[in-house]
Nanobody, 123 residues
Framework: QVQLVESGGGLVQAGGSLRLSCAAS????????MGWFRQAPGKEREFLAAITGNDGSTDYADSVKGRFSISRDNAKNTVYLQMNSLKLEDTAVYYCAARFPGAVLSRTRYDYWGQGTQVTVSS
């Protein structure tokens, strides 16, 4: 069982930056690949980025490639999402998720989810 807690959301002006964090419980964090998703009101949940457990390979959705960056610190059981050049359409609830095994990237199949953190981008 893995428990995930997101933090770092808030209100930011368009063009600004935020860094989201996701802290995971357990001693096998590097065994899990991690992903970030978001869901805006009235829309389906959207994949943003993923990172493998050990070698740090990454995958990004086209909508955020070049603006968002995923990273992880296995010593701190934490995964991050650095978001730059934020746009109004980035407003959403952001979720982190974990999947096993950690060596496989995926955009869809995750085993554990956090509760989400709200990101609001204003003009």
């Amino acid at each position: 069982q893995v428990q995930l807690v997101e933090s770092g959301g808030g209100l930011v002006q368009a063009g600004g930056s935020l860094r989201l964090s996701c802290a995971a419980s357990g001693r096998t964090f590097r065994s899990y690949a991690m992903g970030w998703f978001r869901q805006a009101p009235g829309k389906e949940r959207e994949f943003l980025a993923a990172i493998t457990g050990n070698d740090g390979s990454t995958d990004y959705a086209d909508s955020v490639k070049g603006r968002f960056s995923i990273s992880r610190d296995n010593a701190k059981n934490t995964v991050y999402l650095q978001m730059n050049s934020l746009k109004l359409e980035d407003t959403a609830v952001y979720y982190c998720a974990a999947r096993f095994p950690g060596a496989v990237l995926s955009r869809t199949r995750y085993d554990y989810w956090g509760q989400g953190t709200q990101v609001t981008v204003s003009s």
